[in-house]
């Protein structure tokens, strides 16, 4: 099993910035691509950018130019820079680790990102 935990929510004003964190822990060693998704009230949950194990990147089209995802892997934590953050960005961040086979995935609790107009 593995255990992932977000921290680094808030609230915010137009066009500031946040950094969320998810750190990993348990069975590590079973988790390839780490992601973070997010979902509004009323919406489905959107993947917002993801990492593998090897550093390759990928990003919704909402946040590219904005967002940066990283990775440590010694230290089993991804994070998310969020910079000129918009009111249509607020929404519960989750964090998610897949493993290799891709049959198994990890949920954090979520961390509650809102911005304000």
């Known amino acids: 099993q593995v255990q992932m935990v977000e921290s680094g929510g808030g609230l915010v004003r137009l066009g500031g910035s946040l950094r969320l964190s998810c750190s990993a822990s348990?069975?590590?060693?079973?988790?390839?691509?780490m992601a973070w998704y997010r979902q509004a009230p009323g919406n489905q949950r959107e993947l917002v950018a993801g990492i593998t194990r090897s550093g390759a990147k990928d990003y919704a089209d909402s946040v590219k130019g904005r967002f940066t995802i990283s990775r440590d892997n010694a230290a089993n934590t991804m994070y998310l820079q969020m910079n000129s953050l918009k009111p249509e960005d607020t929404a519960v961040y989750y964090c998610?680790?897949?493993?290799?086979?891709?049959?198994?995935?990890?949920w954090g609790q979520g961390t509650q990102v809102t911005v304000s107009s």
């Open positions: 348990g069975s590590v060693n079973m988790i390839n691509t």
């Open positions: 998610l680790g897949r493993s290799w086979d891709e049959e198994y995935d990890f």
